[in-house]
């Protein structure tokens, strides 16, 4: 297929939920951040516990897309209107916050609103630049015009996704479905920000048994259980919550804060069971019992035939 093939096709590509998402990887997933997102009844849902989007009651606005944690969404992302890092917003135009931050880490500093803009901005563009106070950024700045953006004026769809991926990348490679497609990391927020990390993971290492759930399952790789210690790298964390669902004990909560990025360990101690002499880990240095052990009723497995 032809270039211009190939960009008809990806500019009707529809968009759709992939197996990313981690209610594939869990059906105690309790997140819904896609189908809270989304502004149009019906137009997703839960069928089979799992979100699915009717594409022909979806609007493409790019919201659900824009608030998946683990950007398992496809689609091609919505045309937005550019000006000498300033971002025009059009009438009836949809954004998130986490939209407006990632604008922000790759350059903008100008918000343009019109007459007709929705009047729930000045309380977005408020959350936005305090949250870029606690990241320690220049807030963005609030420009009003009566004037209608004209053609001329607002980037072409190939000028925009320049504008995410602007490292020299040719026009061919810019133009296949596979980077109109424009989803996974490039609407991740913790990578715009490599210094800041938005959630903390909390272990509570009295409850923890080490059963490596949470390491096994995070998409983000925030837990690794070595050898000798317990490793939790909030910075990368999105906020899916997958882990505080799938932990058996009920030992990891996540509470949303904004602070400089840190990298911190628990520290393990190896031990011998005192019931069935196996080795294990544990987070608490006097335990004697694996917890397979620990949790054993008394008088299992004992016969009370003579």
């Known amino acids: 297929m032809g270039m211009i093939g190939n960009w008809l096709e990806s500019l009707d590509y529809k968009f759709k939920v992939t197996d990313g998402c981690v209610k594939e990887k869990s059906t105690r997933a309790t997140c819904s951040k896609c189908t809270d997102a989304c502004p149009i009844e019906g137009a997703m849902a839960l069928q ?3 979100p699915s989007i009717d594409t022909e009651k979806c609007t493409e606005c790019g919201l659900c897309m824009m608030a998946c ?12 209107n550019f000006l000498d890092n300033q971002l025009i917003v059009q009438e009836q135009e949809r954004y998130s916050v986490k939209e407006l931050l990632i604008y922000r880490a790759k350059g903008l500093t100008s918000i343009v609103l019109t007459e007709k803009t929705d009047t729930e901005w000045p309380d977005k563009i408020a959350e936005t630049n305090r949250m870029l106070a606690q990241l320690g950024k220049q807030p963005y700045t609030v ?3 009566s004037e209608p953006m004209t053609e001329e004026e607002a980037y072409t ?6 504008f995410w991926g602007k490292e020299g990348k040719s026009l ?4 296949t479905p596979a980077r109109w497609r424009f989803n996974h990391s490039s609407l991740n927020l913790a990578s715009y920000y490599p210094d800041s ?3 903390e993971p909390v ?7 080490l059963c490596k759930a949470c390491e096994a399952l995070c998409p983000k790789n925030c ?3 070595m050898e000798e210690s317990f490793a939790i790298s909030p910075q990368s964390c999105t906020g899916c919550r997958l882990c505080t669902d799938t932990c058996p004990e009920q030992a990891i909560t996540l509470e949303r804060e904004i602070k400089n990025a840190g990298t911190h360990a628990l520290e393990l101690f190896k031990k011998t069971c005192a019931d069935c002499e196996q080795p294990f880990q544990t987070l608490q240095q006097n335990d004697e019992k694996c917890p397979t052990c620990k949790n054993r009723k008394e008088g299992y497995l004992r016969s009370n035939i003579c």
């Open 157 to 162: 769809r190939r000028e925009l996704f320049t």
């Open 69 to 80: 944690p683990v950007q398992a969404i496809e689609g091609v992302f919505p045309k937005r």
């Open 48 to 50: 089979d516990g799992k």
């Open 203 to 209: 272990i509570e290492s009295k409850t923890c048994s």
């Open 143 to 145: 420009k009003e015009s």
């Open 172 to 175: 061919v490679r810019e133009v």
């Open 197 to 199: 990390q938005f959630y």
């Open 223 to 225: 837990f690794t259980i």
